[in-house]
């Protein structure tokens, strides 16, 4: 891969910012669809590729402003429905960071679950009531991260695909 021609160094940046959107998905602190959709847009407005790339662009906008309005809107009704408040989320979120940087890796999914528990515990008052609850958080978890997974892998096969017609 020869870096000094400029398509070829654009579309090495587009595929960098969506490899490290995608490992934004499992890692805090990184807007992983607005990376994906950034890298996208680079290799649109500076890439060869004709009318496609706009194309391409187009969807990955659609899968970008999708996934992050169903990531938010389809786990959050479910969360209403069986009674977990969005404190308890919040506080998994801080302890699921904090854990990540004390326990590298594994500390984000067991610091957002013992984070869920101690909320439910303190709003229940009950250490066997907040036991539901904390499922229930982490099925939510689960199922965002999936949206956003889903719509982040669109977005890069959509990419590949217009790198290929080009």
Same mark, same amino acid.
């Given at each position: 891969?020869?870096?000094?021609?400029? %398509?070829?160094?654009?579309?090495?940046?587009?595929?960098?910012?969506?490899?490290?959107?995608?490992?934004?998905?499992?890692?805090?602190?990184?807007?992983?669809?607005?990376?994906?959709? /950034?890298? !996208?847009?680079?290799?649109? @407005?500076?890439?060869?590729?004709?009318?496609?790339?706009?194309?391409?662009?187009?969807?990955?906008? @659609?899968?970008?402003?999708?996934?992050?309005?169903?990531?938010?809107?389809?786990?959050?009704?479910?969360?209403?429905?069986?009674? @977990?408040?969005? /404190?308890?989320?919040?506080?998994?979120? !801080?302890?699921? +960071?904090?854990?990540?940087?004390?326990?590298?890796? +594994?500390?984000?999914?067991?610091?957002?679950?013992?984070?869920?528990? /101690?909320?439910?515990?303190?709003?229940?008052?009950?250490?066997?009531?907040?036991?539901?609850?904390?499922? %229930?958080?982490?099925?939510?978890?689960?199922?965002?991260?999936?949206?956003?997974?889903?719509?982040? /892998?669109? +977005?890069?096969?959509?990419?590949?695909?217009?790198?290929?017609?080009?």
């Amino acid at each position: 891969m020869d870096l000094t021609e400029t %398509h070829t160094l654009v579309n090495f940046l587009a595929g960098l910012c969506i490899v490290v959107g995608l490992a934004g998905i499992v890692l805090p602190g990184l807007p992983a669809l607005p990376l994906c959709w /950034l890298g !996208v847009l680079v290799w649109a @407005v500076f890439g060869a590729g004709g009318w496609g790339r706009w194309l391409v662009l187009g969807v990955a906008t @659609v899968l970008a402003v999708g996934g992050t309005v169903v990531k938010f809107a389809w786990p959050g009704r479910a969360l209403k429905r069986t009674g @977990v408040p969005t /404190l308890s989320m919040v506080a998994g979120g !801080v302890l699921g +960071i904090v854990g990540f940087f004390v326990v590298p890796v +594994i500390g984000l999914p067991l610091g957002f679950v013992l984070g869920v528990w /101690l909320a439910e515990w303190a709003r229940l008052g009950d250490s066997r009531l907040a036991w539901p609850s904390t499922k %229930h958080a982490v099925k939510a978890a689960g199922l965002a991260i999936l949206i956003e997974l889903g719509a982040g /892998l669109g +977005i890069a096969v959509a990419w590949m695909f217009g790198l290929a017609l080009a």
